[in-house]
């Protein structure tokens, strides 16, 4: 036991000392994320996280939720984890299917986004309920759902197949050149913060509370509505459609991003990093109800 103690101590500290080079969601759409979620969860709920997560955490669902980047990045015994944080669709399908779209490259099932998420949150929730098995890794499906439904929600992790979710799709952002899924995992948020936060986060994951309880009250319980313990499939269909609908558009390799752009899209991801907080709070209190919630 001390044995296992030490080595997360020297792995967290090792990640945490790391500035990654950022993928998914970018470390601060994963922390706003589950920053919103954790305002949300039930006492029952935090108690499970607080049980599961890492010592070093203190408790701060936030501190892991880009675990899932950085182990893949800089472990390669978790490599295979590199196709759970995204589904590619036919191009120019504007839609998503489970059964067409849910594989890795080697055509290998359920290995995708949405499968993961359905992979770690029935793993939480038998797990839970049988906290001796020792048949999951909780601490891992924990930290693993926390990303994925953040990665869900980002309109490019539902892109196209033939430019791998504008990966390979160049563009400048204002005047530094990248692609255009960094620009949407990344830039958008860095550039909000830089012009509206001051370069504060917690500004900004306060400007997003205020409206979930504000602006969009109405519509927050539409988000909710998940009759299943977790419903990744609609949230890619959403994803896919923003893409389409904002994330490709105008963005054509080689066209410059700027104002324009920034503006009209940063609405879009406001909006997903809120539901993508909301929904994860949603299953992690589904799942760690005193209430087992029924089959699926
Ligand atoms: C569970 O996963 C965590 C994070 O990777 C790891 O530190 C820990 O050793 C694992 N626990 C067991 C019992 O293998
Ligand atoms: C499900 O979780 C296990 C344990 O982490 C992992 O080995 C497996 O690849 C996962 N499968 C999917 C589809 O997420
Ligand atoms: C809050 O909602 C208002 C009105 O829709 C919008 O202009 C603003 O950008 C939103 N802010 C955040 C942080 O979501």
Known sequence: MGG???RWVVRVTVVLMMVPKILGWGKEGHYVICKIAE???TED???AVRELLPDQTEGDLAAVCSWADEVKHH?????WSSPLHYVDTPDFLCNYKYCRDCHDGHRHKDRCVTGAIYNYSMQLSQGYYDL???KYNLTEALMFLS??????HQPLHVGFTGDVGGNTIIVRWYRRKTNLHHVWDTMIIESALKTYYKSDLTLMIQALLRNITDEWSDDVPSWENCKKMICPDPYASESV???CKFAYRNATPGSTLGDDYFLSRLPVVEKRLAQSGIRLAEVLNRIFS???FAAQ
């Not at 472990?75 to 490599?79: E, G, L, V």
């Not at 990303?147 to 869900?152: A, M, N, R, Y």
């Open 290 to 292: 005193k209430q087992p």
């Open 4 to 6: 296992f103690e030490l």
């Open 132 to 134: 001796n098995s020792e």
């Open 39 to 41: 305002e949300y969860l």
């Open 147 to 152: 990303h994925f439904v953040g990665d869900v």
């Open 241 to 243: 459609r923003l893409a």
């Open 45 to 47: 709920a935090l108690a």
């Open 75 to 79: 472990y390669p015994y978790y490599r």
